[in-house]
């Protein structure tokens, strides 16, 4: 099962045109505590022996307002089956909200990990494990067709799932165009597909394409996130609707192997902590 993220924003506008008169029409806009935006998703080419780490984090603001980066107070990915090893990363520039570190590719891959984000004396959380994938086999272009006056260029894709497990995958096409897929109706098998590009690509233009491996909740998370995002908005902004990613608000967790104990569990992050294994191919277009 595919689903291609949709685009296009709906406006809604209210016009007065008799004679010459314009009302105002005031829009009373709901107030909500801002929530944190996390985008911690770690991708790892396990041919090498570290990974370039970032993770951004911004908060909620009005729909009319641009979104403000988080100053945290401090950010740790620790690895709890190698005696609580840890690492904590660095705000790359000040007021960034863009924090990052040279990690270990062993230290992402072998054991449970475990995010911490500590936040106005307050304590966000998630966990993970590494998820692995299979590589891409071919990656072409295609035809290039004209819809409704706008031209789509197809790509062709293909690679072989492997029968040893149950695979979800995430497709990244470049240019904010994700697709997730599983192997329900493939498993074990060489797969292939078309994607198609709404906006027009110039010959010579490049495009890297990047297939992911994801896990069941991570693949429902996106599929839904995919499903209700759209154009203007990337996917790991503000969504239309809160889409409830694996981050939680432990501030008032007394027990780490208890997750049930909250207090607060409307409090929480949005966004989703994953680490996955990558492959990208590069296509020059025609």
């Known amino acids: 099962m595919m689903r291609k993220r949709l685009l296009g924003i709906v406006i ?29 998703i770690i991708r790892v080419d396990t041919t090498q022996p570290s990974t370039p780490v970032t993770i951004k984090v911004r908060e909620t603001n009005s729909f009319f307002e641009a979104i403000p980066p988080a100053g945290l107070q401090q950010i740790t ?46 304590f966000y959380v998630a966990y993970t494990n590494f998820v692995p994938t299979v590589p891409i086999n071919n990656l072409g272009q295609g035809e290039t067709i004209t819809t409704f006056g706008e031209e ?42 078309s994607y198609f590009y709404d906006q027009e690509l110039d010959a010579g233009e490049e495009i ?3 297939i992911l491996g994801v896990n069941e909740e991570f693949y429902d998370y996106m599929d839904l996130l995919l499903e209700q995002s759209e154009g203007g908005f990337g996917i790991f902004e503000t969504p239309a609707v809160t889409v409830r990613g694996n981050f939680i608000n432990a501030t008032t967790i007394d ?32």
């Open 77 to 122: 990915i620790a690895n709890l089956d190698t005696d609580g090893q840890f690492v904590v990363l660095i705000e790359e520039e000040p007021n960034s909200g863009i924090y990052s570190a040279e990690v270990g590719t062993s230290f992402l891959t072998e054991g449970l990990l475990f995010l911490q984000i500590d936040f106005e004396d307050e």
């Open 12 to 40: 809604s506008t209210v016009l007065c045109s008799f004679a010459s008169c314009e009302d105002v029409v005031e829009v009373d806009l709901s107030s909500v505590s801002p929530r944190l935006i996390i985008d911690a």
């Open 208 to 210: 890297e394409v990047s």
């Open 152 to 193: 789509q260029t197809e790509v062709i894709i293909s690679f072989t799932d492997s029968n040893e497990r149950d695979d979800f995958y995430l497709f990244d096409f470049d240019f904010g165009n994700f697709l997730v897929t599983e192997d329900e109706f493939y498993q074990g098998q060489d797969f292939e597909f």
């Open 255 to 286: 027990n780490i192997e208890n997750f049930n104990n909250v207090n607060t569990p409307d409090n929480y992050g949005l966004g989703y902590f994953a680490v996955v294994q990558e492959y990208k191919q590069t296509l020059t277009i025609q």
